[in-house]
């Protein structure tokens, strides 16, 4: 069965510092992976996108994910984070069938002045 | 174009009581998926319809839960006889007829159900 690992529960940066958000996906063909951004008590917006081609993928805010297909990964990355990054980050896989998404558990990001 | 429209927004209910929550998705969207956020956890799948019909339903609780979609209006997602284990965030996505290998979900706001 398709599953998503996150294995970073909550994550504290300095403003202006990198950041890298890790995810691991187990599925046996060529996934379409994603990250959402959930702010406190909002919706899932969606930042990037994977379908095929090129294993680096430019999203939207700054973002960016690059697939490691040998790794079984879709690690999320940002060169300088804005205090406004912070919130809830959500990768997920499409599950055979039917297009229904499967969740990872969540990375907090918290960030510092 | 307005997004996917969920409301309530919040929902309060006593243990016992139903709770309906209603999703509309995007003008020309056609199919639907529900989804279940436990508190500290990612969202699961709990089911997927088109209009008048159920396409998928493997991860709706087997009592209790159940939900439509039909010709006209928005989709429901009912709880009956609601326990303290239904407080969670419930959200709705929607898409368009499928066209490709993918269509694309977009997300609705949410409904937090709060259980007494």
């Known amino acids: 069965a398709q599953s998503v690992t996150q294995p970073d529960i909550h994550i504290t940066v300095s403003e202006g510092a990198s950041l890298e958000l890790r995810c691991n996906y187990s599925y046996g063909a060529t996934p379409y992976l994603f990250w959402y951004v959930q702010s406190p008590g909002q919706g899932l917006q969606l930042l990037l996108k994977?379908?095929?081609?090129?294993?680096l993928v430019q999203g939207i805010k700054g973002f960016e994910a690059e697939f490691k297909r040998s790794q079984s990964s879709f690690n999320l990355r940002k060169p300088s984070v804005h205090w406004s990054d912070a919130a809830e980050y959500f990768c997920?896989?499409?599950?055979?069938?039917?297009?229904?998404?499967?969740f990872g558990t969540g990375t907090r990001l918290q960030v510092f002045p | 174009n307005a997004g996917v429209m969920q409301n309530p927004r919040h929902l309060v209910r006593r243990r016992g009581q139903e709770a309906r929550l209603r999703c509309s998705p995007m003008k020309g969207h056609s199919h639907v998926y529900w989804y279940r956020q436990l508190p500290e956890e990612g969202l699961k799948f709990m089911v997927y319809l088109q209009k008048e019909n159920i396409i998928d339903e493997s991860g709706m609780p087997k009592e209790r839960f159940s939900a439509e979609f039909p010709k006209e209006g928005p989709s429901i997602l009912r709880i009956q006889q609601v326990v303290r284990g239904d407080s969670a965030a419930y959200f709705c996505?929607?898409?368009?007829?499928?066209?490709?290998?993918?269509?694309?979900?977009?997300f609705g706001p949410g409904t937090r159900l709060t259980v007494l």
């Open positions: 997920a896989v499409v599950g055979s069938g039917t297009d229904k998404l499967i």
């Open positions: 996505a929607s898409s368009p007829p499928p066209r490709s290998s993918y269509n694309e979900q977009f």
């Open positions: 994977y379908f095929s081609g090129d294993t």
